[in-house]
């Protein structure tokens, strides 16, 4: 059986960018759930250890607040500086795939962020969203696994 890790990055001084930390009690799957802060390069290790590693950020691709949209590390180009982790995430996962040959698949699931200014609480927008965004992760981690 693959092994599965949900890596949940954010900031939660930073409103939205605290997305994918908030999330971390709505998620259920037979997969585990990790909490990555802020630091992608400090878990190189700990993603070797899986087969799959699926990545949840605040990302802004200029989509609405709470739009969500899934993509693969290897269609991503280095130039782009769509979330406040991804440039650390892609070289984590290059790094872990060059020394122990695996994660064999990494993904972002990109939650559109409406406010990253400093602040403790998510913005009214993204609040009301949570519950869709939710049910929309799950369904993409059952067909993962």
Known sequence: ???IAVILMGNLLR??????ITLKERIRGDVDLIDGG????????????YDKVIFVDA????????????FKLENLDNEILFSTHSPDIKKMVELSRMLY?????AII???????LSY???????V???LDVISEKIVEILEVMV
């Open 1 to 3: 059986m693959e092994k």
């Open 15 to 20: 409103r939205d960018d605290a997305l994918g």
């Open 38 to 49: 802020t630091k992608a390069l400090s878990l190189i290790e700990v993603i070797s250890m």
């Open 59 to 70: 990302v802004d691709f200029g989509g609405s607040p709470g739009d969500i949209e899934v």
């Open 101 to 105: 040959e695996r994660p064999k698949k």
């Open 109 to 115: 699931i990109g939650i559109q962020p409406h406010d």
């Open 119 to 125: 602040g403790m609480d998510l913005s009214s927008e």
């Open 127 to 129: 609040i009301s969203k």
